[in-house]
């Protein structure tokens, strides 16, 4: 049997994939393997050392805030500000961009948007959460970064990645050739090469949607949800339904098995729920670079236009045969052509 590749020895071989970072993603991409690392252990404490609970605080979203979120925002900003390859983060948590201003990184090339921990609901129930990171290249050559080199379409990430605290830990990434998965090996402290070269399957036999806003969906997505439920031997229907409520469970179990995830827009929420920046357009290029696809229904995520840092979107992501079928019940519905939008 081979020794095991570690996330660092796999980073460092792939460094030359990039020859004008000059191993400052190589350096970024690290921090934050090392940040994943330190969440972790508290992940799988929390109930130890008076972790788990709501913090009794709101976020930008005004969204409960747990112990657990404010935790993992500050010890992914505390290792991308040392690290000093990293000048803005853009967080779920804050309201602002935060300005890494050090020594270091002010000039540093790289902005991380990170949604630190997504599912954070699930934490009191021990249902399995995770980090959703993105890294693009700043666009301004002169004086400090600004918004508008976080702005970026999702076309212009240079990686992004998640990390999934479950029964084991994992880290999986893409630089834009391709998409490999990392597992923590508590033993010896590191990640270590488990899943390379991942690839979701074409099709799948699970869908992931929050059925208890059916009476609120468009007509498009309740056709579609029928028609999974429709028993039909050629395409292995009925579909099954399975919905963790943490968007990095439900993609993950679609990257091993195959399957398709739906957030769509809904009466209470016309712009869609789900955050552009941080979560779909991460996700969505994870996705791609596995053979899947992730549209807002209509349009592809990673093209849609970026106006605002908690920018939402709906979003149809997964197994690319079943998100085809999917926009196929959307555009019948001329609904849902009218309630496909953003809203910052």
């Given at each position: 049997?081979?020794?095991?590749?570690?996330?660092?020895?796999?980073?460092?071989?792939?460094?030359?994939?990039?020859?004008?970072?000059?191993?400052?993603?190589?350096?970024?991409?690290?921090d934050i393997g090392i940040a994943a690392k330190i969440v972790n252990r508290e992940v799988n404490k929390a109930g130890l050392v008076d972790m788990l609970g709501q913090a009794g605080?709101?976020?930008?979203?005004?969204?409960?805030?747990?112990?657990?979120?404010?935790?993992?925002?500050?010890?992914?900003?505390?290792?991308?500000?040392?690290?000093?390859?990293?000048?803005?983060?853009?967080?779920?948590?804050?309201?602002?961009?935060?300005?890494?201003?050090?020594?270091?990184?002010?000039?540093?090339?790289?902005?991380?948007?990170?949604?630190?921990?997504?599912?954070?609901?699930?934490?009191?129930?021990?249902?399995?959460?995770?980090?959703?990171?993105?890294?693009?290249?700043?666009?301004?050559?002169?004086?400090?970064?600004?918004?508008?080199?976080?702005?970026?379409?999702?076309?212009?990430?240079?990686?992004?990645?998640?990390?999934?605290?479950?029964?084991?830990?994992?880290?999986?990434?893409?630089?834009?050739?391709?998409?490999?998965?990392?597992?923590?090996?508590?033993?010896?402290?590191?990640?270590?090469?488990?899943?390379p070269n991942m690839q979701i399957p074409k099709t799948g036999f699970v869908y992931s949607i929050n059925e208890g806003y059916y009476v609120h969906f468009p007509q498009g997505v309740?056709?579609?949800?029928?028609?999974?439920?429709?028993?039909?031997?050629?395409?292995?229907?009925?579909?099954?339904?399975?919905?963790?409520?943490?968007?990095?469970?439900?993609?993950?179990?679609?990257?091993?098995?195959?399957?398709?995830?739906?957030?769509?827009?809904?009466?209470?929420?016309?712009?869609?729920?789900l955050r552009l920046v941080y979560e779909c357009n991460p996700m969505s290029f994870i996705i791609e670079q596995a053979g899947g696809r992730a549209t807002n229904g209509k349009t592809?995520?990673?093209?849609?236009?970026?106006?605002?840092?908690?920018?939402?979107?709906?979003?149809?992501?997964?197994?690319?045969?079943?998100?085809?079928?999917?926009?196929?019940?959307?555009?019948?519905?001329?609904?849902?052509?009218?309630?496909?939008?953003?809203?910052?």
């Amino acid at each position: 049997m081979p020794p095991l590749k570690t996330l660092g020895q796999f980073i460092i071989e792939k460094q030359s994939d990039h020859p004008y970072a000059k191993g400052e993603l190589s350096r970024l991409l690290r921090d934050i393997g090392i940040a994943a690392k330190i969440v972790n252990r508290e992940v799988n404490k929390a109930g130890l050392v008076d972790m788990l609970g709501q913090a009794g605080s709101t976020n930008i979203q005004g969204e409960s805030q747990q112990k657990l979120d404010i935790y993992a925002n500050e010890q992914f900003i505390a290792a991308l500000k040392s690290g000093g390859e990293c000048c803005i983060v853009a967080s779920e948590e804050n309201e602002e961009i935060v300005m890494l201003d050090t020594d270091v990184s002010l000039d540093a090339k790289y902005i991380v948007a990170i949604d630190p921990l997504d599912g954070s609901s699930n934490i009191d129930v021990n249902v399995s959460v995770g980090t959703i990171f993105s890294i693009y290249r700043r666009q301004s050559t002169v004086g400090r970064a600004t918004l508008d080199d976080v702005l970026q379409k999702g076309l212009n990430q240079v990686a992004a990645g998640y990390i999934i605290y479950g029964t084991s830990t994992m880290l999986v990434y893409t630089t834009g050739r391709g998409v490999n998965g990392f597992t923590l090996d508590p033993s010896i402290g590191e990640f270590c090469l488990s899943h390379p070269n991942m690839q979701i399957p074409k099709t799948g036999f699970v869908y992931s949607i929050n059925e208890g806003y059916y009476v609120h969906f468009p007509q498009g997505v309740k056709s579609y949800i029928k028609y999974c439920q429709v028993e039909d031997d050629a395409t292995h229907r009925p579909y099954s339904s399975r919905y963790v409520g943490s968007m990095i469970a439900d993609l993950h179990r679609s990257m091993i098995k195959g399957g398709i995830f739906i957030y769509p827009v809904t009466a209470a929420t016309p712009g869609g729920k789900l955050r552009l920046v941080y979560e779909c357009n991460p996700m969505s290029f994870i996705i791609e670079q596995a053979g899947g696809r992730a549209t807002n229904g209509k349009t592809r995520i990673l093209e849609l236009e970026v106006n605002s840092l908690h920018q939402r979107t709906p979003i149809f992501i997964g197994s690319e045969q079943m998100v085809l079928k999917a926009e196929e019940f959307m555009a019948e519905s001329d609904e849902d052509q009218l309630s496909i939008g953003l809203v910052g």
